[in-house]
């Protein structure tokens, strides 16, 4: 008797994992595996309550394969066919992927990326569970490749796309609905990767602002006013930034706790920083800018900067009053950091053995208050990640799925 119980849990918990399984990971092999434990499973339940009849079930059932070969082989192999069909046509070859951004909708977590056939997507998250899989991916099939780009949510509740055609700058929208509206050009003469965000209230005005390089030392400014409604929106051209670099290769843009602009520039391996008091939403941006200095490190010397740098996303306010940026090297991920843009900046630098070819960054805190870092790197073409939860050590490196 308590041999049969053994069995009969055995039947439920064996395919409850499984399915388990599936629901997390979602691989190929855990959905052939839940497929294979199933008929396991039915057998296990039918010999715990008749073995007899069970064993003479099983020996018709040989004798009846022995015979029938080639269509016991076809049921067998077509849950695993099915499935690796469904697999390659429901989920998006992710294996192609150029650039990357990490941004908050609410407090759901979306990693957001191009690829570099064609589409922009994005795949989220729940949770702050990062071992699990993630959820997606959505991909704007109809929007056109971009060389590179980046992105922010906006308050109207969508996703604003920015993207560099060659020397066309581009701009595309993601509503609330999840639908992907048609892209437009919003500019041109530019190089590099682009600059984006959203700037003062509802209440006070707001507008948006896009900086890009102009190849030639100079940051092109892009204007959008708030607006009632209609698409598509108009954008306009502002004053162009001078500054005495000699190229600017990308950049990225963002507010600190004072109000201010904050501009990193990549120029030939290293980064600067300009920045730029508050100003009314009525008032010329492209004005009143600092000069580009290179960042103050004390006591250290930023590693030769290998890509784009890029602020990190956050949903809790005690983390924003500090800038944080993550920027690619030759051997893995440097973090930098500031509570004030006129000092010095802090430096924390990540191995992982390889050169990204771009990275982001994302902190975010749990329902407990806990706090978790996560960075995604895109590696030969591929999303892979690391976080950590508070200071402990960061995990190793995997592939990011969705």
């Known amino acids: 008797m308590r041999g049969r119980r053994v069995l009969m849990v055995m039947t439920v918990v064996v395919p409850a994992g499984a399915v388990v399984a599936v629901r997390w990971w979602g691989t190929t092999f855990l959905e052939i595996l839940s497929w294979a434990l199933a008929p396991v499973a039915l057998a296990v339940a039918v010999g715990a309550l008749d073995p007899v009849a069970t064993r003479a079930l099983i020996k018709r059932a040989l004798a009846a394969v022995r015979r029938q070969r080639r269509t016991a082989m076809c049921v067998l192999l077509l849950p695993v066919l099915l499935i690796c069909a469904g697999g390659s046509a429901g989920r998006p070859a992710l294996n192609t992927v150029t650039r990357v951004v990490l941004v908050f909708e609410g407090r759901v977590p979306n990693v957001v990326f191009t690829r570099a056939a064609d589409d922009v997507g994005y795949c989220s998250r729940t949770d702050r569970t990062w071992a699990t899989r993630w959820r997606g991916p959505s991909i704007a099939r109809d929007w056109p490749r971009f060389d590179d780009f980046t992105a922010f949510t906006s308050t109207y509740g969508g996703l604003e796309v920015f993207g560099r055609r060659g020397d066309r700058l581009v701009f595309g929208y993601r509503d609330p609905d999840l639908r992907w509206q048609p892209v437009q050009q ?65 950049l990225a843009v963002a507010k600190d706790r004072h109000g201010r602009l904050v501009l990193l520039l990549r120029s030939r391996g290293r980064l600067f ?48 009053r500090a800038l944080h940026v993550a920027v690619p090297t030759a051997s893995g991920v440097a973090l930098l950091s500031t509570r004030d843009v006129t000092r010095d900046w802090r430096i924390e630098t990540v191995p992982l053995g390889f050169t990204p070819g771009a990275v982001a960054r994302l902190d975010s805190t749990s329902a407990d208050d806990s706090r978790s870092t996560v960075i995604v790197v895109v590696h030969d073409h591929t999303l892979g990640y690391l976080w950590r939860d508070g200071r402990s050590t960061w995990s190793e490196p995997a592939r990011l799925t969705c």
């Open 186 to 250: 919003i500019g041109d003469g530019i190089a590099g990767k682009p600059a984006a965000l959203e700037d003062g209230t509802p209440d006070t005005g707001r507008r948006f602002l896009v900086f890009a390089s102009d190849g030639a030392g100079g940051v092109k400014v892009f204007e959008r006013t708030d607006y009632a409604g209609g698409w598509p929106p108009q954008w306009f051209a502002r004053s162009t930034l001078r500054t005495p670099l000699p190229g600017i290769d990308g």
């Open 273 to 320: 920083e300009m920045h730029r008091g508050p100003a009314p939403t009525d008032r010329d941006v492209s004005s009143g800018w600092s000069t580009p200095r290179p960042l103050r490190l004390p006591g250290r010397t930023l590693p030769t900067v290998t890509g784009d740098p890029a602020y990190a996303a956050v949903d809790d306010v005690s983390v924003a």
